[in-house]
């Protein structure tokens, strides 16, 4: 339904269209007109902005409210908490150390810091450095989901924080190979600081970043401490809006910063400008370029760097922390740059519609420069066309899932293409086993061999392996059947129970029918909860301790995998007793489908998940 009515709606502005322009925005009343719209549309409760050029603010302010109960409006000097973004600011913090020779981005984290407690089965061949750590190249596992927030107001050092996440710290690759996104990371960098400097982590960033640029509000703060400039949050998950807790930032250095839309815009012309109370140009360069991942080997420009990602023609980073999502951008060649906040419901679609208005004003008075290509070369390509399996887990228990997620490299009409989700992209060569998407604006996909020896392709800084035929649809296939298996035993059971409420008695397969449909009911109540938490990542909170939702978890997943095997001891025992050898084969199938389901469970951790304990 919601499909039909999103084609309706394309038809209906194509007809539109037809008969007259479709308006952009050319001024910045036009743009702040329609986020407004946006904010109202989307029931954003409140937004910070911030547009600069190189030298000038375009805009510095917000829509909306920072505080509905007291009608507090979001105003260029309030707070908003910006999340990951802090990573822009350890890695220049980083930088700086570098500059003052204290530090180097190929030193050995074994080395600067032995007391950090990581496992690296290739520490003697691939060790972890402190780039890897920057560039998100050190294969650790993400968080665990309880060790990201509480409600507990307490001030963390840096080296509690590192030590907070020493579950995580285990090298599930060679480092140097794959990027795979770990606030992790960015806890031990805090602790470098500190360890370097001399002082806490936050300390030292508001010192010779903070300060120095003028920025003399924003903070480190891992909870809301200044409520009078600080946003409120809140949550529409109910249906309506609510204000949700402050939560508390376990891994500080990886999220912690809060910022108003007058303080971020003083950083992006920094960062255009090349402003050398930041860094030496050198070092910005070092900053967003990448170069430690198998990707940046190949030859790609594109990703993750030091704290500091491309977005096509921009640059920046993402945050997202309690119930507030952030975003900044800037593009020095064409010389503008955005930040924007909100306090719940994310950000929609203001950040293209800023971008665009920005590009269509400035990008006229700079000369594009050409788009490099060569001929396809279909010999060199031969040995990588396949299929390919994504295998960059940001989360461990979540890896089974990313597997799924199947890739088709295939050369069709002379042109390079893959095709993934029943979407086809087609590739423009601009190198050696280096491409572009047709319509893009730079490589951002590259063909290279690991050190095992595997075909590898990696696809906007993700990494993918190729596999068998055979295995990419084996394992896609039979999870199809076992949900296909699973439904059919919930309907089963379903009619099973409504046999006896209309019939009044009680037939003699009933336990064949009602078991697996039980199974099922506990693995939804587990899964559902986990699901809510994981939607509303502010929750999270109550993973750490055993609460409704972390019990329901354990129990739900946790009585699914005993439910599921007392079904397949039953059926075994008592399978001679069903005279249908049809409802023989729907009930063995079944019980292997339930078997199936539960066994890939209990290899990835799920089946007896205490997430309190974790």
Same mark, same amino acid.
């Given at each position: 339904?919601?499909?039909?009515?999103?084609?309706?709606?394309?038809?209906?502005?194509?007809?539109?269209?037809?008969?007259?322009?479709?308006?952009?925005?050319?001024?910045?009343?036009?743009?702040?007109?329609?986020?407004?719209?946006?904010?109202?549309?989307? !029931?954003?409760?409140?937004?910070?902005?911030?547009?600069?050029?190189?030298?000038?603010?375009?805009?510095?302010?917000? #829509?909306?409210?920072?505080?509905?109960?007291?009608?507090?409006?979001?105003?260029?000097?309030?707070?908003?908490?910006?999340?990951?973004?802090?990573?822009?600011?350890?890695?220049?913090?980083?930088?700086?150390?570098?500059?003052? =020779?204290?530090?180097?981005?190929?030193?050995?984290?074994?080395?600067?810091?032995?007391?950090?407690? #990581?496992?690296?089965?290739?520490?003697?061949?691939?060790?972890?450095?402190?780039? !890897?750590?920057?560039?998100?190249?050190? =294969?650790?596992?993400?968080?665990? #989901?309880?060790?990201?927030?509480?409600?507990?107001?307490?001030?963390?050092?840096?080296?509690?924080?590192?030590?907070?996440?020493?579950?995580?710290?285990?090298?599930?690759?060679?480092?140097?190979?794959?990027?795979?996104?770990?606030?992790? !990371?960015?806890?031990?960098? =805090?602790?470098?600081?500190?360890?370097?400097?001399?002082?806490?982590?936050?300390?030292?960033?508001?010192?010779?970043?903070?300060?120095?640029?003028?920025?003399?509000?924003?903070?480190?703060?891992?909870?809301?401490?200044?409520?009078?400039?600080?946003?409120?949050?809140?949550?529409?998950?109910?249906?309506?809006?609510?204000?949700?807790?402050?939560?508390?930032? @376990?891994?500080?250095?990886?999220?912690?910063?809060?910022?108003?839309?007058?303080?971020?815009?003083?950083?992006?012309?920094?960062?255009?400008?090349?402003?050398?109370?930041? $860094?030496?140009?050198?070092?910005?360069?070092?900053?967003?370029?990448?170069?430690?991942?198998?990707?940046?080997?190949?030859?790609?420009?594109?990703?993750?760097?030091?704290?500091?990602?491309?977005?096509?023609?921009?640059? =920046?980073?993402?945050?997202?922390? *309690?119930?507030?999502?952030?975003?900044?951008?800037?593009?020095?060649?064409?010389?503008?740059?955005?930040?924007?906040?909100?306090?719940?419901?994310?950000?929609?679609? &203001?950040?293209?519609?800023?971008?665009?208005?920005?590009?269509?004003?400035?990008?006229?008075?700079?000369?594009?420069?050409?788009?490099?290509?060569?001929?396809?070369?279909?010999?060199?390509?031969?040995?990588?066309?396949?299929?390919?399996?994504?295998?960059?887990?940001?989360?461990?228990?979540?890896?089974?899932?990313?597997?799924?997620?199947?890739?088709?490299?295939?050369?069709?009409?002379?042109?390079?293409?893959?095709?993934?989700?029943?979407?086809?992209?087609? @590739?423009?060569?601009?190198?050696?086993?280096?491409?572009?998407?047709?319509?893009?604006?730079?490589?951002? &996909?590259?063909?290279? &061999?690991?050190?095992?020896?595997?075909?590898?392709?990696?696809?906007?800084?993700?990494?993918?392996?190729?596999?068998?035929?055979?295995?990419?649809?084996?394992?896609?296939?039979?999870?199809?059947?076992?949900?296909?298996? *699973?439904?059919?035993?919930?309907?089963?059971? &379903?009619?099973?129970?409504?046999?006896?409420?209309?019939?009044?008695?009680?037939?003699?397969?009933?336990?064949?029918?009602?078991?697996?449909? $039980?199974?099922?009911?506990?693995?939804?109540?587990?899964?559902?909860?986990?699901?809510?938490?994981?939607?509303?990542?502010?929750?999270?909170?109550?993973?750490?301790?055993?609460?409704?939702?972390?019990?329901?978890?354990?129990? *739900?997943?946790?009585?699914?995998?005993?439910?599921?095997?007392?079904?397949?001891?039953?059926?075994?025992?008592?399978?001679?007793?069903?005279?249908?050898?049809?409802?023989?084969?729907?009930?063995?199938?079944?019980?292997?489908?339930?078997?199936?389901?539960?066994?890939?469970? $209990?290899?990835? *951790?799920?089946?007896?998940?205490?997430?309190?304990?974790?």
């Amino acid at each position: 339904m919601k499909t039909f009515f999103t084609l309706l709606i394309c038809v209906l502005s194509c007809i539109s269209s037809s008969s007259q322009p479709r308006l952009r925005p050319n001024s910045i009343a036009q743009l702040t007109d329609s986020i407004r719209n946006i904010v109202r549309k989307r !029931n954003i409760p409140g937004l910070m902005l911030g547009i600069v050029t190189k030298d000038s603010v375009l805009f510095s302010g917000g #829509f909306g409210y920072a505080d509905l109960k007291n009608k507090r409006a979001v105003n260029s000097k309030t707070l908003f908490r910006m999340g990951s973004i802090t990573k822009s600011f350890v890695a220049i913090a980083i930088l700086k150390l570098v500059e003052q =020779g204290k530090l180097n981005l190929t030193d050995r984290l074994r080395y600067l810091a032995p007391e950090v407690p #990581f496992t690296n089965n290739w520490e003697n061949t691939y060790p972890v450095r402190l780039v !890897n750590l920057l560039e998100h190249t050190t =294969g650790f596992d993400d968080f665990k #989901f309880n060790k990201m927030y509480t409600l507990e107001r307490r001030q963390y050092s840096s080296e509690e924080m590192m030590l907070e996440q020493k579950a995580s710290m285990v090298c599930r690759w060679r480092p140097s190979e794959r990027y795979t996104y770990s606030n992790v !990371n960015y806890a031990i960098l =805090g602790y470098i600081i500190s360890k370097f400097s001399g002082t806490e982590y936050d300390q030292y960033l508001k010192e010779s970043i903070l300060l120095p640029l003028g920025m003399t509000v924003s903070n480190f703060n891992t909870w809301s401490r200044m409520p009078f400039l600080d946003t409120r949050e809140y949550s529409s998950a109910s249906g309506q809006l609510k204000e949700v807790p402050s939560v508390t930032l @376990l891994p500080g250095a990886a999220a912690s910063l809060w910022s108003s839309a007058d303080e971020m815009n003083i950083f992006l012309q920094s960062l255009i400008n090349l402003d050398s109370r930041l $860094l030496s140009k050198k070092n910005f360069e070092l900053m967003e370029s990448p170069t430690s991942s198998i990707g940046a080997t190949a030859g790609l420009m594109t990703g993750y760097a030091l704290g500091n990602e491309d977005f096509g023609t921009n640059r =920046g980073h993402d945050g997202t922390i *309690g119930t507030c999502k952030s975003s900044y951008r800037y593009n020095r060649k064409l010389g503008y740059g955005f930040v924007l906040s909100s306090n719940a419901n994310g950000l929609g679609s &203001i950040e293209t519609l800023i971008n665009q208005y920005l590009i269509d004003k400035y990008s006229n008075t700079k000369k594009s420069e050409p788009l490099t290509s060569i001929p396809l070369n279909k010999k060199e390509l031969r040995p990588y066309l396949g299929y390919y399996q994504k295998e960059d887990p940001r989360y461990n228990l979540l890896a089974f899932a990313d597997r799924l997620l199947l890739l088709k490299v295939e050369i069709k009409n002379d042109t390079l293409q893959y095709n993934i989700l029943g979407r086809t992209h087609q @590739l423009i060569q601009t190198a050696p086993l280096v491409f572009r998407e047709r319509w893009g604006t730079q490589a951002e &996909i590259a063909f290279a &061999i690991n050190a095992e020896g595997k075909k590898v392709m990696i696809v906007n800084k993700h990494y993918t392996e190729k596999v068998p035929l055979s295995k990419a649809f084996s394992w896609l296939i039979m999870i199809i059947l076992a949900l296909v298996f *699973g439904l059919y035993a919930v309907f089963s059971g &379903i009619i099973a129970i409504g046999y006896i409420l209309i019939k009044r008695q009680k037939p003699k397969s009933l336990h064949f029918f009602i078991l697996p449909m $039980l199974s099922l009911v506990l693995l939804s109540w587990g899964i559902y909860a986990f699901m809510h938490i994981y939607n509303n990542s502010y929750l999270l909170f109550k993973l750490g301790v055993p609460s409704a939702t972390s019990i329901s978890i354990f129990m *739900g997943l946790t009585l699914f995998g005993i439910s599921t095997l007392i079904n397949a001891l039953v059926l075994i025992k008592k399978l001679k007793t069903i005279t249908s050898r049809y409802k023989q084969s729907i009930l063995i199938l079944t019980a292997l489908s339930l078997l199936l389901i539960a066994g890939i469970l $209990l290899a990835n *951790g799920w089946i007896g998940l205490r997430f309190w304990k974790l």
